[in-house]
């Protein structure tokens, strides 16, 4: 029996040390995990396309260009920023790109082994600098660029294997991760609207967006940087999310939160009073740039187009096709706000005068599709009789010399034209024409030779009665029976086929 006995404590031993080496090796693997990272499993995705976590941790900076475009040039903390950056990512390239040379001068730390990485870059025509001196996309030769805002402090690898690692899955879209775990990013769906010069932001609650609000850091494949026209225009990123968008390029919000607040640039309220009026002053060459003449958002319409003291937004207008259509664009929002503004002035005052008038030509053909002036529409056209001329005191005058009125529009007679027109203002020449017809013979004529649907004669049978319609929110006169009227000036089934003022010219589009 004391040999059984002895057996016994032996195996229990040797059973209890087993356990304990088990639990052990348990334990070292869980405190590995957490001093290394999660390992990041992909799923369905090529293997070539497949980043080794053990390896990108090491060569992480051949996956990646870095670019600081967001900061201040008279106030900022990119020093430290490339620091935070250069300690965690040592072989990665960084540019800094800028547009005045900033001042104080950035000083990169010499002691950095890999200071010589890192390259400050101006993005303005210099006469002393070559081409090959300039920064170009083609000068990036990673497959991703990761947009880092100033002041922000990068600690971990991690955090962009976890960029990289959603990147790699869908391919050709963005990521975007906040910095600090404690800031929520704003969500946008962003509506770009080329042919009628508008941007349109709607704020929605979700991760996937064409814009994003608050400071965050951005994930981009290089190759859809290459795509767009002008990726590093300021103010950054909103340019850069305008450009994705038009080419619906959708965003992902990635809450990694090892992206951290660095130090706050701008600390005093001169300085904060200051960035507001650089960054609108930033907007305002943005959209004049891109074209961009409205911007909705939050309830509110933001104008960047022409007002009454400066001229309108196209040239003169050539063959009856302004410049803009030649675009594929149709009339600059301000500038049919301003037509509507005037066209409802004149019809006012003509009511007033108790002038007999009509709505004429494309204008009608407006009322008749919209209730509204024809968007590629740069006038409106009304008709009136000639003999009503003197009842209108600022007809009357603008019949021997230009007026403007107790208004501010601008009253002159063309007599190129025979017709009278009202312009926005002196300054910006958005006009209504006033266009007087003769009765002769039981037609509507006009004592010009006819050259345009305009002066085209018409029974005066389409006057008696006189109808009504309604046109920029008011009930206005015009023919009856339209549809003839509007085919007798433009031809069979031109409500539903409407054509450009000059069909020779161009074409109207099919969608």
Known sequence: MRIKYSKLI????????????????????????????????????????????????????????????????????VSATVDSILKILPNAEIYILFDKVPYPPINIAASNVSSSKVRLMDLTPSLGRTALDSFSLFN????????????????????????????????????????????????????????????????????????????????????????????????????????????????????????????TPLRTHYAKWKFKQIVQDRFKRLYDLFKIKLVAREGRTEWYGCNRETPRCFEEVLDSMPSYLYENKWTPPCCLAHLRKTAKYILEVLDHAGIRYWLESGSLLGAVRSADVLPWDHKVDIGF???????????????????????????????????FRIYFSKYNKIFVNLIPFFHKNGTMSRDIFYDSYRNMEFSDNFLHPMSSIEFIGKNVPCPNNVRSFLELKFGKGCIEHPEYPNPIKMKFPEN
Request: glycine residues 4%.
């Open 10 to 77: 032996a195996f229990i031993i040797v059973f209890v040390n087993i356990v304990l080496v088990f639990y052990a090796l348990r334990l070292f693997n869980h405190y590995h995990k957490f001093v290394s990272g999660p390992t990041i499993i992909f799923q369905n995705v090529k293997p070539e396309a497949l980043i080794n976590y053990k390896y990108s941790q090491k060569n992480i900076g051949k996956l990646i260009t870095v670019i600081i475009r967001e900061f201040e040039t008279h106030e900022n903390d």
């Open 140 to 263: 990036i030769n990673s497959k991703y660029v990761l947009f880092i805002p100033d002041a922000t402090r990068l600690l971990s690898k991690q955090c962009i294997q976890i960029l990289l690692n959603k990147a790699v899955k869908n391919k050709g879209a963005v990521f975007v991760s906040p910095v600090s775990r404690n800031k929520d990013l704003e969500c946008y769906r962003l509506s770009v609207n080329i042919r009628e010069w508008s941007l349109k932001y709607n704020m929605v609650k979700s991760s996937y967006c064409d814009a994003i609000s608050g400071k965050h850091v951005i994930l981009i494949e290089t190759d859809s940087l290459r795509n767009l026209s002008s990726p590093f225009l300021l103010p950054f990123p909103s340019s850069l999310y305008i450009q994705t968008s038009a080419l619906n390029i959708k965003v992902f919000i990635v809450k990694s939160g090892l992206f951290h607040e660095g130090r």
């Open 385 to 419: 009789i000639n003999d009503d001329t003197n009842r209108c005191r600022w007809l009357q005058i603008a019949q021997n010399r230009s007026v403007i009125d107790n208004r501010g529009f601008f009253w002159e007679k063309i007599l190129a034209g025979n017709l």
